[in-house]
Structures are given as C-alpha cells and as structure tokens.
C-alpha cells in the first residue's frame, strides 16, 4: 500500500476486507488534489468502507484504467447479476427466486462479491429518468420505490403477499433488497423503460404506462451493440424489431436508426404472457369494478393450464395446452406484426429471454416471424455465458453512464436525456387522482 498524503494518511487504519473477484488495484483522487491513494480492493470492497476509511474524503471517487459496471436485472423467474471490466463480463451470478423467496440474503452476498464497481443499474422496473439512489430521502425512499419504480403501494403489494401470489413476493423482495444498497451506500442509478426516452414519439405514449420496462430497454441495448458489432455497421445503420419473451412478461421492442422508437410493453401486449394476461378488455375492467396490482400477476398461460413449470407446458399435450400455445404464440406474432408500422423495413428480428431458448418455442417463432424479416437469438456480452440477456444490457447501460467503453452507445440511444416517470401521458379523467396519492418524485 502507498499512501501520499498526511490527511488521508492521518484518518486511521484500514479494514481488513477479502477481496472481490477479478477486482484490480485502483486510484483514488480528488479533482484538483494531488493525493494518490494505491491500495488493494481487499481494502476497499464498497462505498461504504471507503466512507468509514476516508471519513474526510467522502467525495473522493474511485478512477480505474477501465470503468467497471453492474447490472441487476429483476426477472420473474431469476435475479441476475452481471458485472463487466472495460465490456468484458467478469462476474455473473443467476439467483433463483424461489431460493430468494426463503434467503433473501442471497442476493446481498452475490452483489458484494462483484463489487468494486464505479456505476450499479439498480431493478428498474417501469423505470424512470436516471436517478441517483442517494437523490430519494431514506425515510422516503421505500414508498417511492413501490410508487414510481412499481407503480403500486406497499399496501397493495402487502394484500397481493396475504392472497399467496408469486409476483407480489417477488416485488417486496426487490423494494427491500433496494432499501438495503439505499442504506449501503452503493453507487446505485435507476434508469428508464421505453416510454420515458426521447426517442419515442410522443403521440405514441398517449394513454400508456408499459411500452417496455427497464430490462426490456436494456435488452434492446444489448442488441443495438450486438447488430453494429455483428455487421460492422455504425450506430445510425441498426434496425431491429427484438421479441423478449421472460417468464412472465413478453414484450417487443422497435428500434431504427440505432435507437429505440416504439414498444410493446408485457401489460399491453396482444397476447398472454406465461403469468400475465397482458392487455386488458376496459370492458373487464368495469365488470370486475375494481382492479389492483396482484391481478396482473394472473390471466396467462398459468391460469388457463395450471402448469406453472415451462418445460412441462411445452411437453405435455392436452387442449388448454394447446389453446395457450397458440394464444401467446399468435400474440408475439401480432406485436411484431404491429412493430413494423414504426419498424417499416427491420435488418433483423431479434429472439431474447428464457423462452426463446426452448426448442419448441424456438423453432416455432422463426416459422412465424421470419416472413418479416431474417430471425436470428440475440447475441451475448463476451464473457457472458449464464445470465440473460436483459442483466447484460443492464451492466452495458451501467457501463455507458459511468463514462466507461459503451458511453458512445448509451450516448446515440440518448438513454441518459430520458425524462420523468411513466405516470405522465394518461388523458383518462379519472387517472388524475392517481399520482397524487404518491410521494414526491424529486
């Protein structure tokens, strides 16, 4: 350890802290100071040890030859985390959710062994407009996150927990383990789904909330990289239409000239998703009379088959089986369809998330789509051989908004002039209640 400095050097001893993997020796500096601390990540494996370090240099920021990223993707079925060196995936790690159902600690252990890193992309959701996690009060925070991230309240997700829906779980879980890196410290940042970019008309906004939530954004960035790097071709020459197909929620995604300028989100989607019914007849809506968050867990492939494992439903024949077969596969062919008003002539149809690796599914979406364009699955990071691909396109825009090796990309796709929340473009009379029962944004 060299330390240069008598300041830094007067603060105290070191904590003894093992090291991260793949973690390098890196600079510490103040803009405008000559001091240089070199140290091993053993000493520094997290914001939090660096303030309790340097208690009088908690603006000091750590300054790598290459940026390091990660991103954490929220999925139905697995957290994923991915953390990448100079675009490089050097750590990934997908956490079952069931296990974290019963051993939410989990996720913590995971994210601290990828630590060091200079930029988090936190479980976005519905995203909203890059938002430091340290801009939202702590005695606030929680709520917002079930608010703007979720769009729902603590109430509503406690009440989807006591009837015994999955999703619900699965939403506490990520409100919490958020709280907890709000607490830690960590150099977290939220970013946007596909309705809150600049790149999206706004005439297509009108009257929606999903278009696309935060993963499925990062997908799509993922596969602008994927095609320009693929092809040789500059930012300005890509166009794709790309269908992700997650455990629960499908979406497709338009994206031309390099960025993306329509999508269909997983709640408005033409067809069933394999939890969700995706998008809803108003006419059920006013039958039911009342709507809340834990009913758009339901209505898919699940309800209809009562197969709650994909394996299973691809293999087994029956006639529910092969009515929501048919359902959710005609309904992905509809959006791509769809996808091409804004998508006139796409380069390619991209395939991504847990279905599109499935023989059956797979085969079956190149029969359908290809009439549209050449359909190939979307390519991974390099070194990414385990996490989806929606974790990958976290870290990259992770990566791009610390300055790192992918801020051209997140530059051209304007991922950081993203704006508000996806509260925004409803023209329902009866929707203007609805954001006042939140709290504050900023």
């Excluded at 990934?92 to 252990?109: G, S």
Aim: aromatic share 10%.
């Amino acid at each position: 350890m060299i330390v240069r400095g008598s300041d830094i050097a007067s603060t105290g001893a070191y904590p003894n802290r093992p090291s991260a993997k793949g973690s390098r020796s890196p600079r510490w500096s103040r803009a405008g100071a000559e001091t240089v601390i070199r140290m091993s990540f053993s000493c520094i494996h997290s914001p939090t040890v660096r303030y309790k370090c340097f208690p009088r240099f908690s603006s000091l920021r750590l300054v790598h030859e290459m940026t390091r990223a990660i991103g954490i993707d929220p999925g139905t079925k697995s957290m994923d985390i991915c953390a990448i060196e100079d675009g490089v995936v050097y750590y990934e790690n997908p956490l079952d959710n069931l296990d974290l159902v019963n051993e939410p600690e989990r996720i913590h252990d995971a994210l601290q062994e990828a630590l060091p890193a200079d930029l988090i992309t936190g479980p976005s959701g519905y995203g909203v407009e890059p938002t430091r996690i340290d801009e939202i009060p702590a005695d606030s925070f929680e709520e917002w996150y079930y608010n703007y991230i979720l769009l729902t309240t603590k109430a509503d997700i406690l009440k989807g927990i006591e009837a015994g829906i999955f999703g619900a779980i699965l939403y506490k879980n990520m409100t919490d383990f958020s709280v907890w890196m709000r607490r830690e410290q960590f150099p977290v940042t939220f970013i946007p789904g596909v309705i809150e970019l600049p790149t999206v008309p706004y005439y297509r906004k009108l009257n929606k909330l999903d278009m696309g939530t935060a993963d499925k954004l990062a997908v799509a960035v993922l596969g602008v990289h994927d095609q320009s790097n693929r092809f040789e071709l500059p930012y300005k020459a890509v166009s794709f239409i790309l269908v992700e197909l997650g455990f629960g929620y499908n979406a497709v995604i338009g994206v031309d000239g390099g960025r993306i300028v329509d999508g269909i989100g997983g709640t408005n989607f033409p067809g069933i998703g394999y939890l969700t019914l995706s998008a809803v007849d108003a006419e059920l809506v006013q039958l039911i009379g009342t709507w809340e968050r834990k009913d758009t867990f339901e209505g898919g492939v699940v309800s209809i088959t009562g197969e709650m494992d994909p394996d299973a439903f691809v293999s087994r024949r029956g006639e529910k089986n092969e009515i929501a077969f048919e359902a959710m596969l005609e309904g992905i062919e509809k959006a791509v369809a769809e996808m091409t008003v804004s998508v006139n002539e796409p380069k390619e149809i991209l395939l991504s998330g847990r279905w599109t690796k499935m023989p059956g599914i797979a085969d079956e979406l190149i029969t359908r789509l290809s009439e549209y364009a050449a359909v190939r699955p979307l390519g991974f990071l390099e070194g990414a051989s385990r996490t989806k691909e929606t974790a990958q396109g976290y870290a990259i825009v992770a990566d791009g908004l610390a300055g790192g090796s992918f801020k051209e990309l997140i530059a051209w796709m304007q991922i950081d002039k993203a704006k508000g929340t996806a509260l925004e473009y409803i023209q329902h009379p009866k929707f203007k209640g609805v954001p006042e029962r939140f709290v504050r944004f900023k």
